[in-house]
């Protein structure tokens, strides 16, 4: 008993102290999703991978560690330095402002992506998480990308690295496609049709069982049009979630979903 008692107090502080260090990070994940064609129509275009033009289906932008409630961080001192900085309106009618950070990011700057921890994985990624930037000209690996995702999100999101990428892909895979969820609804790509951006949160809600939130951007001439799709997701990394943070998104009422 006095032996067992004495083990349970050697032990409690370990328990806690890797639950913690795990527990305060974050309240629940985006998973968030990107039209490649809403990427690359804007003024600044895009440049396909190495592996060639990904499939006209929404990519993998990151999973994303985020904070239930924005924390008020200090304007100067490290905090201040490390964190999104922020600024977000108190209240409508009025302009205080403070800085907030939203999401806890570049959480370990040492834990870098080692491509072999992922190798069982890349052809998976290729297809299904490209880069579609023009950073060196374009046309290198998608593996850069990933690289930076990881940095900045991943080493906050209390998973290794290959669980990390294999959460994402599930997740992925699980909602059967995107592109699919909206054909279904009669939202499909195209040149000159307008969308109710309502049409597009309850055809994914009713398909996957979680209302999304929605980010647009706007074209080459001003017209805005659906940019990415933020699924929420509990901190297990599996479970689909209402998304019940209001999201500014930067849409319209009706938007477009552009061919890729
Ligand atoms: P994040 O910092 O994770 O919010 O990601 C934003 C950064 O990712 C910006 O620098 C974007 O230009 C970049 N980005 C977004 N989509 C892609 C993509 N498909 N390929 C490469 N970079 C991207």
Known sequence: MKLAAIAVALLLPLVAGATAAADDEFDF??????????????????????TG???????????????????????????AAASIDMVVDDDGSHHHRRRQ???????NNSNNLHPWEIK??????????????????????????????????GTCSGLGQHDYFAAA??????????AGI????????????????SGIRGA???????????????DAFGETQLYQVYQCVSRDGRTL????????????????LPPF
């Open 169 to 178: 892909l599930d997740l992925k895979r699980r909602d059967g496609g995107l």
């Open 204 to 218: 994914i809600a009713n398909a996957t069982g979680a209302i999304p939130n929605l980010e647009c951007n706007r």
């Open 101 to 107: 950070k939203c999401w806890p990011e570049y959480c």
């Open 241 to 256: 979630v209402d998304c019940l943070l209001p999201m500014s998104g930067k849409c319209s009422g009706t938007v477009k």
């Open 53 to 79: 033009k990904p499939a006209a289906e929404f990519g993998i932008h990151g999973l994303w560690p985020n904070y239930a409630k924005c924390r008020p961080t200090a304007d100067d001192g490290p905090e």
């Open 182 to 197: 909206l054909a279904a609804a009669g939202i499909v790509p195209s040149e000159d049709e307008r969308y109710l951006l």
């Open 120 to 153: 069982d994985l890349i052809k998976d990624l290729d297809a299904n998480w490209p880069t579609l930037s023009c950073k060196g000209g374009g046309g290198g690996s998608s593996m850069e990308f990933w690289a930076y995702e990881w940095k900045k999100h």
């Open 29 to 50: 994940f985006y998973f968030v999703q990107q039209w490649p064609g809403s990427f690359c129509d804007t003024d600044r275009g895009c440049c396909f991978p190495d």
